[in-house]
Every structure is written in C-alpha cells, then in structure tokens.
Antibody, heavy 124, light 107 residues
Framework: QVQVRESGPGLVKPSETLSLTCTVS??????????WTWVRQPPGKGLEWIGY???????DYNPSLKSRVTMSVDTSRNQFFLSLTSVTAADTAVYYC????????????????WGQGALVTVSS | DIQMTQSPSSLSASVGDRVTITCRAS??????LNWYHHIPGKAPKLLIY???TLQNGVSSRFSGSGSGPDFNLTISSLQPEDFATYFC?????????FGQGTKVEFK
C-alpha cells in the first residue's frame, strides 16, 4: 500500500519557479519499487501528465514542459520533487503526485496511488 | 502525441443502471489503456489497467474491454459512490495522455 501527499506554496508569482514536494509512505516496500509521477489539471480542463522519475534519477518528461521541468528524488526522506520554472497563469492547476507501476506481464505503466492534489495559483 | 477522446462527456443515470463509457485513441495500440475514477477534492483512483485488468480491491461491477483504438469501461450496476468523473489514459507512447473525462451524474 502506498500513500502520497503533495505539499508546497499555493501561490507563485509569474516568471518565478513552482516547487512541490511529494511525501511517500510505502508499506512493505521501498520507493525503489515504483516510479514516481506528476500530473496536473488546470481549472475546467483535463489531466496533463508532466513526467516521472525513478529512484536512480532516470526520468521522462512531457515534451510540452520539458524545457522548464526538473524532477528529483530523495529516497532517504521518502520524498520526490517537482520544479517548474518561468511560470505563467497557464500553469495554474491542481498538481497531483502518484506512484507509477510497471506490469512486466502486461507490459504497461499505470498510476496506482494518487494524492489528493495541491492547487497552485500563478498570480502577482 | 496520442489523442484520447471519450464519449459521452457527461451522462445522467440512476442507481442500479448499467453504464458504458467509450475511449477512442488517435493511433492504434493493443491494450495500453487505463481507467480512473475521480471525485473532485479526492485522490483519483485506478480502476482498470491494461484495458481489462481489474485493480486489486476494485469492485467487480467495473469492467474494461476493447483493443485499440476503441476501449470501453462498463459499470454493471451503478452505486451512489460511482457518481464521479472517469478518465481513460494511454501509456503506449510517451507522453502519456488522458481523455477529457466523462462525468456521471445522478438523474
């Protein structure tokens, strides 16, 4: 069983950097058992996958955000992090973190445990 | 990017109804399709992965079917806790993409 919780500032000024933390609780396993992913949902819009990171630092980012996104992980603190630079009003969204699992049998990734989300508003 | 189109965008139903939601992909792939349930303010919940595999702990009233480009999520007998928004997601090709959502409302 995995529990994740997002935390960070709810208000960020335009052109500044959005920084979020996801704190993970994993029962009977470790952070190394999963990939760790970020998703966002702007108000009134659909879900957008931002990217994922693995415990070894390997990652994959959505090309639409790649130039502004950095993810990192600290397994000793059971946390992973999202940094999004040069934010604008278009980055206002609920940001979710989630565990991402790989099924070797089905050969598919899926997001099995999500947080409740953190609303981040970009405004001066 | 693979575009995922869900239909309908919303529907009204009653407790006990059978409900089917469709997701169509802009490219063909076999079974790399997941379904989620989301109530605003709560954590999204994985229902089905690999098109038809029920996630552990999820009620058997949920089922998934289909193969690219068309997939279905069926709720055999709608329960009060099922009134929510449902999203499909492809993880066949990065970037992973989601459908726009189907809101299931009380009739």
């Amino acid at each position: 069983q995995v529990q994740v919780r997002e935390s960070g500032p709810g208000l960020v000024k335009p052109s500044e950097t959005l920084s979020l933390t996801c704190t993970v609780s994993v029962s009977g396993a470790s952070m190394r058992s999963y990939y760790w992913t970020w998703v966002r949902q702007p108000p009134g819009k659909g879900l957008e996958w931002i990217g994922y990171i693995y415990y070894d630092g390997s990652s994959d980012y959505n090309p639409s955000l790649k130039s502004r996104v950095t993810m990192s992980v600290d397994t000793s603190r059971n946390q992973f992090f999202l940094s999004l630079t040069s934010v604008t009003a278009a980055d206002t969204a609920v940001y979710y973190c989630a565990s991402q699992s790989w099924s070797g049998v089905q050969r598919i990734y899926y997001f099995d445990y999500w947080g409740q989300g953190a609303l981040v508003t970009v405004s001066s | 990017d693979i575009q995922m189109t869900q239909s309908p965008s919303s529907l009204s139903a009653s407790v006990g109804d059978r409900v089917t939601i469709t997701c169509r992909a802009s490219q063909t792939f076999s079974r790399s399709l997941n379904w989620y349930h989301h109530i605003p303010g709560k954590a999204p919940k994985l229902l089905i992965y690999a098109a038809s595999t029920l996630q552990n702990g999820v009620s058997s009233r949920f089922s998934g079917s289909g193969s690219g480009p068309d997939f279905n999520l069926t709720i055999s007998s709608l329960q009060p806790e099922d009134f929510a928004t449902y999203f499909c997601q492809q993880t066949y090709s990065s970037p992973w993409t989601f459908g726009q959502g189907t809101k299931v409302e009380f009739k």
